[in-house]
Nanobody, 122 residues
Framework: VQLQAFGGGLVQAGGSLRLSCIAS????????LGWFRQGPGKEREFVSA????????YGTDSMKGRFTISRDNAKNTAYLQMNSLKPEDTAVYYC????????????????WGQGTLVTVSS
């Protein structure tokens, strides 16, 4: 099983990025996808997640209205659209997979991608 997260980069505050997570080696439509992030000197935190069928999503209050998660099961890919980025969004963003229903806890996820760095300048 492999999850590849990409799409990070350097962006100015107020800008946008779209992260992608491509999965292989698993039946993608049987897995929920979660995005987590870890900023400098911080613990890994939950960002957003989506169930196996895309019908249910969840995001933290601080990111609602700015971040949108989606998925395309035909492409084995999940996305995180990030708008109105702030310097405090600077972090390595990880995607993770667990069977069917999402969790906000990292310990619930069986598979993890390598992370992609998002840097937001002020």
């Amino acid at each position: 099983v492999q999850l590849q997260a990409f799409g990070g980069g350097l962006v100015q505050a107020g800008g946008s990025l779209r992260l992608s997570c491509i999965a292989s080696g698993l039946t993608f439509s049987h897995y929920a996808l979660g995005w987590f992030r870890q900023g400098p000197g911080k613990e890994r935190e939950f960002v957003s997640a989506i169930n196996w069928d895309g019908r249910s999503t969840y995001g933290t209050d601080s990111m609602k209205g700015r971040f949108t998660i989606s998925r395309d099961n035909a492409k084995n890919t999940a996305y995180l659209q990030m708008n109105s980025l702030k310097p405090e969004d600077t972090a390595v963003y990880y995607c993770a997979a667990k069977t069917f229903y999402y969790s906000t806890s990292p310990s619930g996820y069986a598979y993890w991608g390598q992370g992609t760095l998002v840097t937001v300048s002020s």
